[in-house]
């Protein structure tokens, strides 16, 4: 069984007649990336705020591998690096000071850290800049950079993706699967931009008014929520035996509009319609289910159904 890095048990906080969590339970096992969703004011940065000790619970409580006492959670705490709201540094130092100045503060020795930090996280050309003049997106490389510093096993990320330009978005994410695969960082983060999450995690939390709604893992999440593609033509029969024909084994059922349902289709939507057209059938409708757990999402919240 993976350990269990982070476990929340009827975790509860209150901001005087506001309470922001209600007995929410959450277990992050290691390894894990948890993506933690929902809307804003729905508690998920108080959660992360009282994973690392910026706030204190008014009830129920929250381990970190295994440690509960505030004594042993506050060294277990160690282990962990976070950037919860923005990532904080000095806007006057040098990329390469500011990091320099928390590899002193936290204790952690060799100053070559601060080049494999910096050549890790891609600011190794902006080492001098001011921390105050990055972009955004350099900012939140900072952020992470400092977060790594210690060597985490757990990494604590509230809306690290926010600001990002697309390539931003991109090279974040690929460096957070890159820590999770290559050296085995646990990771939880809260992202409101649902298609990254997707890309990345491999358990979902849904948070709404501080209540947790619902967990389901990635693979769970895969199995109830097949993509499928639908494609309505002029000639089903004809469609029916082209597409038997040109992918044998193909999976598919016939809806009672006589359109055609598409399970998992390896090709793009656009093979489909290139084989109706090459034999002269007209595509009337095409349509591709592919955000899965945005519908998932949207079903749970306005619904309260748990699927696609
Ligand atoms: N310091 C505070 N004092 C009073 N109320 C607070 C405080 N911090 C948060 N809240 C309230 O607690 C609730 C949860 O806020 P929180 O910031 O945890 O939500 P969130 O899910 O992170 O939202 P967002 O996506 O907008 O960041 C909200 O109603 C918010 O107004």
Not at 218 to 235: F, G, M, P, S, W
Request: a neutral charge.
């Amino acid at each position: 069984m993976r350990e269990h890095v982070i476990e929340a048990r009827s975790l509860t906080k209150k901001y005087g007649s506001v309470t922001a969590l209600k007995d929410v339970d959450i277990t992050v096992k290691r390894g894990d990336i948890y993506g933690l969703i929902g809307d804003n004011g729905a508690g998920k940065t108080t959660f992360l705020k009282m994973l690392t000790g910026q706030i204190y619970p008014s009830g129920g409580e929250v381990r970190l591998f295994g440690a509960y006492p505030e004594k042993e959670l506050q060294k277990n705490r160690k282990r962990s690096g976070a950037i919860v709201e923005s990532p904080g540094f000095y806007p006057k130092l040098s990329v390469e000071r500011n990091l320099e100045y928390y590899r002193i503060q936290k204790g952690i020795p060799g100053k070559g850290k601060v080049e494999e930090i910096l050549k890790g996280v891609g600011l190794w050309e902006k080492r001098r800049k001011k921390g105050g003049t990055l972009s955004m997106g350099m900012k939140q490389r900072l952020g992470l950079g400092i977060a790594l510093l210690g060597e985490p096993e757990l990494l604590i990320l509230d809306e690290p993706i926010n600001g990002l330009d697309p390539s931003g978005i991109i090279e974040m994410r690929n460096l957070l699967l890159q820590l999770n695969r290559e050296k085995n960082i646990t990771i939880i983060i809260s992202s409101h931009i649902l298609s990254e999450l997707e890309q990345i995690a491999t358990i979902y939390g849904f948070l709404s008014q501080g209540w947790l709604l619902n967990e389901i893992t990635a693979e769970q999440l895969h199995e109830q929520c097949a993509v499928y593609l639908d494609i309505a033509v002029t000639e089903p029969e004809q469609y029916a035996a082209l597409l038997e024909k040109k992918w044998e084994g193909i999976s598919y059922k016939v809806l009672p509009d006589s359109s055609f349902r598409i399970k998992s289709p390896e090709m793009t939507a656009d093979a489909y319609s290139l084989l109706a057209a090459e034999h002269k059938i007209g595509v009337l409708r095409l349509e591709q289910k592919q955000m899965m757990l945005e519908e998932y999402y949207m079903n749970l919240k306005e619904r309260g159904r748990l699927s696609c």
